[in-house]
């Protein structure tokens, strides 16, 4: 019985909030993106691990910002790579100014319907400070806090081993060429 408390307990603890990681994982003890999870925008359970293998942008997004635009050349890199291996996956943040107020289901009804989005989406996520999702908490110490999101449309790039490869900041658009160049050689080989 204690054995089935400490099970619920543990389920309990690393999915508030839907901050879901592996069992025993924590942003401090994670090793790769891979002992992640986040809840999809549509309310499923969306591990990271289910993209090993796979090259990730991990984008915080906002429908009301200046950057917002930045959501077509995602949406254009994902149609460009996706079939090499390359997953993006927004994830959408109302940390910066109040810029994504809405809900899931206004969200994911925006993007599709002003960009065509078609790329995985995350439910909404605290990115900076304290309450920042586990990921984000665990890429700002890999990378160093001077690489933690500023703003929306911050990037995180993971190599297909799970290993952060790099930050491109807001102002990197995913069209760019350091960005396209970042891509590229972050793809499965």
């Known amino acids: 019985m204690v054995n089935v408390a400490r099970a619920i307990l543990?389920?309990?603890l690393t999915t508030v909030?839907?901050?879901?990681?592996t069992a025993g994982a924590t942003a401090a003890a994670a090793e790769t993106a891979w002992d992640f999870a986040f809840t999809s925008i549509d309310g499923d359970a969306m591990p990271l691990k289910a993209y090993e293998g796979k090259a990730l942008l991990v984008v915080n997004t906002a429908?009301?910002?200046g950057f917002t635009p930045q959501?077509?050349?995602l949406q254009a890199l994902w149609e460009r790579y996706r079939d090499r291996g390359l997953v993006v996956i927004g994830v959408p943040s109302n940390d910066f100014g109040g810029q994504e107020p809405g809900s899931a289901e206004q969200i994911k009804a925006f993007c599709e319907t002003n960009f065509a989005v078609d790329f995985p989406m995350t439910d909404k996520y605290p990115v900076t400070g304290a309450d920042a999702h586990p990921f984000y908490r665990?890429?700002?110490a890999s990378l160093g806090a001077d690489q933690a999101p500023r703003?929306?449309?911050h990037k995180y790039l993971v190599g297909p081993d799970g290993k952060l490869v790099a930050?491109?900041?807001t102002r990197v658009d995913p069209t760019s060429e350091p960005a396209i160049a970042a891509v590229e050689k972050a793809l499965p080989k």
């Open 10 to 12: 543990l389920v309990a």
């Open 17 to 21: 909030g839907g901050w879901a990681m």
């Open 63 to 65: 429908s009301r910002c």
């Open 71 to 73: 959501y077509e050349g």
């Open 138 to 140: 665990w890429a700002a």
């Open 151 to 153: 703003w929306n449309f």
């Open 167 to 169: 930050a491109l900041p």
